[in-house]
């Protein structure tokens, strides 16, 4: 039992991580500086800035810490305010690393112009639900598998008892 109990903590964490991994693949990808069409499904979304990644075979690679400022308008120009991330999600998955930069939030749907400015050439990316893997990675896992642990301990401290009233007997 406590080594099933193990083992379904390990596929969930393996489970948690190549989705993890999977959401990271398919994130929008845009090379900034500059202006870019984006298409945005209706509500939360995060932009992150990717210090590596690929885009059309070209490699980037910056300084985790470079600075960039961004803006988000309708193409009618109305501008949608970019909030800090309200959790700091890092992640490193095959050539693509990179941290939340900021949440957004749109009404419906649609064609967006984001605007970046920086120093040098880089990559943005947008979507969302990194994070949730990943703490369904950690969490999903931590649980089953303490569970193990704790079936694991118990058996083991009732043998000893077990062993050594056998051998006073």
């Not at 929008?28 to 075979?57: C, K, N, W």
Request: include cysteine.
């Amino acid at each position: 039992m406590s080594f099933g109990l193990i083992g379904i903590a390990l596929a969930i964490a393996f489970t948690g991580f190549a989705q993890m991994s999977e959401v990271v693949a398919t994130l929008q990808r845009h090379p900034m500086p500059g202006s870019q069409e984006i298409a945005l499904a209706g509500g939360r979304a995060t932009i992150y800035y990717e210090f590596q990644s690929s885009y059309d075979s070209k490699p980037y690679a910056t300084s985790p810490d470079l600075a960039i400022a961004c803006t988000l308008k309708s193409l009618s120009g109305k501008p949608y305010p970019l909030e800090a991330p309200h959790t700091n999600v890092t992640y490193s998955s095959g050539p693509y690393a990179g941290r939340s930069l900021y949440d957004i939030e749109v009404t419906a749907p649609g064609l967006y112009t984001l605007t970046c400015g920086g120093t040098q050439p880089f990559m943005i990316s947008l979507g969302g639900g990194i994070g949730a893997w990943f703490i369904v990675a950690i969490a999903g896992a931590l649980m089953p598998g303490l569970a193990g642990l704790i079936v694991i301990l118990v058996v083991t401290l009732k043998r000893r008892r077990w062993f050594k009233r056998q051998r006073e007997e």
